[in-house]
Nanobody, 125 residues
Framework: QVQLVESGGGLVQTGGSLRLSCAAS????????MGWFRQTPGKAREFVAA????????QYADSVKGRFTVSRDMVMNAVDLQMNSLKPEDTARYYC??????????????????WGQGTQVTVSS
């Protein structure tokens, strides 16, 4: 089992920045990738970004490319999501997730095995 705890959410104005963090504990040796997803009420949870644990390769949703950056800290077993130039449409609950399967980064939520409780990000217009 892997436990995930997100932090760093909050309220920010359009154009502002926030940095989300996700700390992993437990069987962290099984982590292959860590990803960020987001969800708004009534909508499906959507992929935002992910990073491969071994080589640090990344993948982003088109909607956040150039604005968000995902990074990892292998010593602290943590992953961060730096979010710049935030827009009202970025408002959502953001979830950290772990994929224990080896291979390419997946953008499908069903491929991820462990999830945090989420942290709310609200961008005011």
């Amino acid at each position: 089992q892997v436990q995930l705890v997100e932090s760093g959410g909050g309220l920010v104005q359009t154009g502002g920045s926030l940095r989300l963090s996700c700390a992993a504990s437990g069987r962290t040796s099984i982590i292959s990738k860590m990803g960020w997803f987001r969800q708004t009420p009534g909508k499906a949870r959507e992929f935002v970004a992910a990073i491969k644990w071994t080589d640090g390769s990344t993948q982003y949703a088109d909607s956040v490319k150039g604005r968000f950056t995902v990074s990892r800290d292998m010593v602290m077993n943590a992953v961060d999501l730096q979010m710049n130039s935030l827009k009202p449409e970025d408002t959502a609950r953001y979830y950290c997730a772990v994929d224990r399967h080896w291979g390419v980064i997946s953008t499908f939520r069903d491929e991820y095995d462990y999830w945090g409780q989420g942290t709310q990000v609200t961008v005011s217009s």
